[in-house]
């Protein structure tokens, strides 16, 4: 089935410096959803795209969607120790409009 | 409003052992979904739930593993003669079935169980 790459799988961070994680398919996707996880805790919907070429910003994270809805990416602009946690992208799969089917993740730690 | 909760949030067992996860989604949501995650992964869909439909039991990985859903509600995942690999933290989400373009199906995740076989 349908699945995404994503990368990196892991990112060490010093506070205040950039982060981006990527989202990869092979396939076009109808939209992506992108999640975070803290340490010990459960994932937590951040933001859904939708659009080709979409971009959307909540504070310091960006999103964007690709032109091609292929690829999907998710900048964070002077981390913080706040940040830490795994990203999740995710998309619908299966001609499904509500089953979604997630990366693997990028565990994001942030050296204060 | 309450979120989605799960219970047991810890369960230790015993290797052959059968054990009962139980997740009552949020109030209205028809959609419900069962993930496993272990140590360190990312999350392995298990099971969804639509409404009154057939669920879509793909991701099941054996026939150890079932659930059912009541009342368009409440759900249990079981998992029979439990083997150690079984152990992870098992994850329920639900979400609003919307219709049409750019429709929102956000998943809300409870806090999940945590199973530990020994």
């Known amino acids: 089935g349908q699945q995404v790459m994503q990368i990196p799988q892991y990112q060490h961070v010093q506070e205040g410096e950039d982060f981006t994680t990527y989202c990869n398919s092979s396939?076009?996707?109808?939209?992506i959803q992108w999640y975070k996880q803290r340490p010990g805790g459960h994932p937590v919907f951040l933001i859904q795209?939708?659009?080709?070429?979409e971009v959307k910003k909540q504070k310091r994270l960006t999103f964007q969607f690709g032109e091609a809805k292929k690829n999907s990416s998710l900048h964070i602009t002077a981390t913080q120790t706040t940040d830490v946690g795994t990203y999740f992208c995710?998309?619908?799969?299966?001609?499904?409009?509500?089953?979604?089917?997630f990366g693997k993740g990028t565990l994001l730690t942030v050296n204060p | 409003g309450a979120g989605v909760s799960q219970s047991p949030s810890n369960k230790v067992t015993e290797k052959g052992k059968d054990v009962e996860l139980r997740c009552d989604p949020i109030?209205?949501?028809?959609?419900l979904y069962w993930y496993r995650q272990s140590l360190g992964q990312g999350l392995e869909f298990l099971i969804y739930?639509?409404?009154?439909?057939?669920?879509?039991k793909s991701g099941l990985p054996s026939d150890r593993f079932s659930a059912e859903r009541t009342g368009g509600s409440v759900s249990t995942l079981t998992i029979q003669r439990t083997q150690q690999e079984d152990s992870a933290v098992y994850l329920c989400?639900?979400?609003?079935?919307?219709?049409?373009?750019?429709?929102?199906?956000?998943?809300?995740f409870g806090p999940g169980t945590r199973l530990t076989v020994l």
């Open positions: 995710a998309f619908n799969s299966g001609g499904s409009n509500y089953k979604l089917t």
């Open positions: 109030s209205g949501h028809t959609a």
């Open positions: 739930f639509q409404g009154n439909s057939a669920p879509d």
């Open positions: 396939t076009t996707l109808s939209n």
């Open positions: 989400a639900s979400s609003l079935r919307l219709a049409g373009v750019g429709s929102y199906n956000e998943q809300f």
């Open positions: 795209l939708v659009k080709s070429g």
